[in-house]
T-cell receptor, first 110, second 117 residues
Framework: AQRVTQPEKLLSVFKGAPVELKCNYS??????LFWYVQYSRQRLQLLLR??SRESIKGFTADLNKGETSFHLKKPFAQEEDSAMYYC????????????FGTGTRLTIIP | GAVVSQHPSWVICKSGTSVKIECRSL??????MFWYRQFPKQSLMLMAT?????????EQGVEKDKFLINHASLTLSTLTVTSAHPEDSSFYIC?????????????FGPGTRLTVL
């Protein structure tokens, strides 16, 4: 069975400082990893996925299969980054189920 | 594009009554819809996977007779909480996908807050 771990429930970072939200996973196969974000009073939305290898809103995440990690990073935090961030894993093709981590609430201090 | 709506956004009911929550894909046909439950300050827990025209697949520990799921069309899935009790109070979220494969994406509804008195 797959598992996603986000060790930090809360993370506070000063504006302009680098941000790193940690995500580790457990899965025997080759997973697909995602980061979802939920801004205050808004629905969950996809931030980025590892296969796209793109930067969204300045965020990047690299899949490290050796360390089974998919940490989310941004070099300079902005106030609008304050939100709840969830790491999620999809196990394999044809099975669209997502397994979510417990989430990290990121607060950017002005 | 790819908007998912839920109705109602919140509902309060008495213990023992049944509550129906609708999930609609507004501008796309959803081959698969998912139902999640989220307790305060906790993660989303998948309850069931719903495919149009077939029976839902429930996750382990989810009572299928209590949480009835119907996926009658490619744009509508409903979750009925039968004989609701206070412990069923939670935030219920649905999501919908357009297909399968690498680039498929789940689009989430805004959620429905259920409070059972």
């Amino acid at each position: 069975a797959q598992r996603v771990t986000q060790p930090e429930k809360l993370l506070s970072v000063f504006k302009g400082a680098p941000v790193e939200l940690k995500c580790n996973y457990s899965y025997s196969g080759s997973p697909e990893l995602f980061w979802y974000v939920q801004y205050s009073r808004q629905r969950l939305q996809l931030l980025l996925r590892h296969i796209s290898r793109e930067s969204i809103k300045g965020f990047t995440a690299d899949l490290n299969k050796g360390e089974t990690s998919f940490h989310l990073k941004k070099p300079f935090a902005q106030e609008e980054d304050s939100a709840m961030y969830y790491c999620a894993l999809r196990a394999n093709f044809g099975n669209e189920k997502l397994t979510f981590g417990t989430g990290t609430r990121l607060t950017i201090i002005p | 594009g790819a908007v998912v709506s839920q109705h109602p956004s919140w509902v309060i009911c008495k213990s023992g009554t049944s509550v129906k929550i609708e999930c609609r894909s507004l501008d796309f046909q959803a081959t698969t819809m998912f139902w999640y439950r989220q307790f305060p300050k906790q993660s989303l827990m998948l309850m069931a996977t719903s495919n149009e025209g077939s029976k839902a697949t429930y996750e382990q520990g989810v009572e299928k007779d209590k949480f009835l799921i119907n996926h009658a069309s490619l744009t509508l899935s409903t979750l009925t909480v039968t004989s609701a009790h206070p412990e069923d109070s939670s935030f219920y979220i649905c999501s919908a996908t357009t297909g399968t494969g690498f680039f498929n994406e789940q689009f989430f509804g805004p959620g429905t807050r259920l409070t059972v008195l």
